[in-house]
């Protein structure tokens, strides 16, 4: 029996689909049973809720943690760690303890850092701290798992790049939201020159890679899950081929964005209405964020789909 964690979120509703189009049987834990996929057992309860996972866990073997909070703000900005941080580490000590084999965990690209600055050309990691919440608790996850949880517990972690292609329009389906602006003719524009790159990895490619590494992952090894290392400038211009729909994309000043981030910021602090930019997203995409899935293709049979190729089954699932 596996456990899934995040069932309702944007990759692990993918990976969901394909444990039930396998016919394999699963279980979800989720805070609200209205939401949860069809074809499966459902717990109701919260990663921190001990009887939950109690009862999550009885007689699953495998277990495959996606469940994150992904957003670009929250109020209580505890929210991050305890989730993302505290979640992850009671759910792996408590799979242990029951008695679970394989604990599949889903990092992700930003807690590895920027692969390289786009400005100076160099390699970085996390420059001048943190970006945003989001990206210090998945950094602090990573590091306890390196730390504390590949040396005491069967747990192996997968690092996604940037994650696209058919599904719910949420927070993490970032590039969802960029296509959908782009056909409505309501992108505002990419901060910067557009020559940064990114990993672009097609969301079925992630969840096939979750379900080998059930079988043949190694606990206590990391496996970068990238994709096809391209600029904004190109996923935009393949973009506006492949949807037939050809418009100008402005670029905008960094400076300018952060300005207007901080404005966002402000008023999401003192409204409680979630910001559509901060100073945090803002330097995100001052940095390439660019990696190898060398390791992952080897041991995992991970493939990397062409970009067009990925944007081609997304257009296609959006009936454009």
């Known amino acids: 029996m596996v456990l899934l964690t ?17 016919g394999a049987p699963f279980r979800v834990l989720v805070r609200d049973p209205a939401r949860a996929p069809a074809k499966c057992e459902v717990v109701a309860g919260d990663l921190l809720d001990a009887e939950a996972l109690r009862k999550a866990l009885v007689g699953v073997d495998r277990v495959i943690h996606t469940a994150a909070l992904v957003k670009v703000w929250v109020r209580d900005r505890r929210e991050f760690h305890r989730v993302n941080v505290d979640g992850l580490k009671a759910l792996v000590v408590a799979a242990a303890e029951a008695g679970v084999r394989r604990v ?14 786009a400005n100076a050309g160099e390699g970085l990691r996390h420059p001048g701290g943190f970006s945003n919440e989001y990206e210090e608790s998945k950094a602090r996850a990573l590091e306890w798992v390196r730390a504390e949880g590949f040396g005491n517990f069967p ?13 719910p329009r949420t927070e993490g389906n970032l590039v969802g939201g960029m296509i959908e602006q782009y056909l409505a003719g309501k992108f505002p524009g990419l901060l910067g020159s557009g020559h940064q790159r990114w990993s672009f990895s097609f969301n079925a490619d992630v969840a096939a890679a979750h379900l080998a590494a059930l079988e043949r992952g190694s606990p206590g090894q990391e496996y970068v899950l990238g994709g096809d290392n391209r600029s904004l400038n190109e996923f935009f211009r393949l973009l506006g081929e492949l949807s037939g729909v050809r418009r100008p994309v402005r670029h905008l000043p960094f400076a300018a964005g952060k300005i207007v981030g901080a404005l966002e910021l402000a008023c999401a602090e003192l409204f409680g209405r979630a910001p559509q930019l901060t100073p945090g997203v803002v330097e995100v995409f001052n940095h390439d964020w ?13 493939r990397v789909s062409p970009l067009a190729e990925g944007l081609r089954k997304t257009l296609v699932a959006r009936g454009e």
Do not use: N, W
């Open 155 to 167: 747990v192996m972690a997968l690092l996604p790049g940037v994650i696209y292609g058919p599904g």
């Open 290 to 302: 660019v990696y190898s899935s060398a390791k992952a293709a080897r041991e995992l049979g991970y």
């Open 6 to 22: 995040g069932a309702t979120g944007y990759l692990g509703s993918q990976i969901a689909r394909e444990l039930a189009h396998r």
């Open 104 to 117: 599949v965990y889903t990092s992700s690209f930003i807690a590895l850092g920027p692969s390289a600055d």
